[in-house]
């Protein structure tokens, strides 16, 4: 799992995103979500995946940073979206839902209302400062040169 994130701002890093990627980042925001709402008893999921470093990050010790994370993942899908991207209706519901469940909880004080801060985590390498954009930038030019199909992003940077 992973959150590639080059930027503070949701969009930017939306746009940074090739095709794939970004494709794959929605599905995996959504399963990072999911994990997070299951720990916290509102959806029946599966939470191994809790121990993920990823993860751990996002659910902020059962305070989880969801509704920022939810904005990035919304941010994400209208990427997509916006590049010809489909979903299936059921995933397209399941993303609504989703959204509506955390706006519905917002109330209840159970989400940090922060920002998701900024990290980096790839392999054993952590980052939990404004160099983590940079690194995720850095991760993704390197995977680009490696990918056996040219991305497509429609951003020059």
């Known amino acids: ?74 941010a994400m899908d209208e990427e997509h979206m916006r590049r010809g991207g489909k979903r299936s209706l059921e995933f397209r519901d399941n993303l609504d839902k989703l959204g509506r469940m955390i706006k519905a909880k917002m109330d209840e004080d159970i989400f940090s209302e922060e920002k998701l801060p900024p990290f980096y985590v790839y392999g054993d390498e952590r980052c939990f400062s404004e160099a983590a954009y940079r690194k995720y930038e850095e991760l993704l030019f390197s995977k680009w040169a490696a990918d056996k199909i040219p991305p497509r992003c429609n951003v020059k940077y």
């Open 1 to 74: 799992m992973q959150i590639f994130r080059v930027s503070p701002d949701h969009e930017d890093s939306a746009k940074f995103l090739d095709n794939r990627r970004l494709s794959k980042q929605v599905l995996e925001l959504y399963q990072i979500i999911r994990v997070c709402l299951g720990e916290m008893g509102l959806v029946e999921v599966n939470t191994r995946y809790l121990h993920h470093p990823v993860v751990k990050v996002v659910y902020n010790d059962g305070r989880p940073y969801l509704p920022d994370t939810l904005v990035m993942l919304e």
